[in-house]
């Protein structure tokens, strides 16, 4: 089982699953940055 | 392509009018519409909370995941009608709102992945794939609609 080649529909899902996991990453440490940014901006 | 004047013409709608003229339905609207997002975000929990062992670990995955699907697709139908619903009313000052099109953009990834990814692979026996691709693709799942409920609170927070 673990050394099982992997089908064409698990590759598929897990190439699409890592690239929805790196884009949220980056996407929410955008946002949180902004956010901490307006945080030091109004209360230093 | 620019989507001002569809977004112009769904306020001036009888949906919108609706919307904006009586508050009880749009209240009865949006409690329905976070009723079915309560009952999607469940169904999406459960099915990838078992992938990762973390409930319910004394019964099938691919149980859980087969039951669950009919559900998501029950609460995902009401979501998207109330949702329409809801936008027609406030459908222009969405339209100017940053965090609307990116709830927009991870539902509909969302659903893309629900649809062409995650089910695809979860309708064979849980037991003949990986379990790594299982858990990785349980936690994409679980970002990804974490996404949806968060950029959609965001709109009310925002502008």
């Known amino acids: 089982?673990?050394?099982?080649?992997?089908?064409?529909?698990?590759?598929v899902a897990l190439a699409s699953s890592v690239a929805i996991i790196i884009t949220?990453?980056?996407?929410?440490?955008?946002?949180?940055?902004?956010?901490?940014?307006m945080l030091e901006l109004a209360y230093g | 392509m620019d989507l001002l004047p569809l977004f112009e013409w769904?306020?001036?709608s009888l949906l919108g009018q609706i919307g904006k003229t009586y508050g009880g339905v749009y209240?009865?609207?949006?409690s329905v519409h976070l009723m079915?997002?309560?009952l999607l975000g469940g169904t999406v929990l459960v099915t990838?909370?078992?992938?990762?062992?973390?409930?319910?670990?004394?019964?099938s995955s691919n149980l859980i995941a087969d039951e669950a699907h009919k559900w998501f697709k029950v609460a995902l139908i009401v979501v998207l009608a109330t949702g329409i619903f809801m936008a027609c009313a406030?459908?222009?000052?969405?339209?100017y709102n940053p965090f609307?099109?990116?709830?927009?953009?991870?539902?509909?990834?969302g659903i893309v992945f629900v649809f062409a990814i995650k089910r695809p692979l979860l309708s064979r026996p849980h037991d003949e794939l990986s379990p790594m691709v299982l858990k990785v693709t349980a936690v994409a799942s679980i970002l990804l609609w974490f996404s949806v409920a968060a950029t959609g609170r965001w709109i009310g927070f925002s502008g």
């Open chain 2, 10 to 12: 769904m306020e001036t």
């Open chain 1, 1 to 11: 089982m673990e050394n099982k080649k992997l089908s064409t529909r698990e590759i």
């Open chain 2, 27 to 30: 209240a009865i609207g949006q």
């Open chain 2, 90 to 95: 406030v459908a222009v000052r969405m339209y």
């Open chain 2, 48 to 59: 990838d909370l078992r992938l990762l062992n973390i409930v319910l670990p004394g019964v």
């Open chain 1, 24 to 37: 949220a990453a980056i996407y929410w440490s955008i946002q949180i940055d902004g956010v901490m940014e």
């Open chain 2, 36 to 38: 079915s997002l309560a």
């Open chain 2, 100 to 109: 609307y099109w990116a709830k927009m953009a991870s539902l509909a990834a």
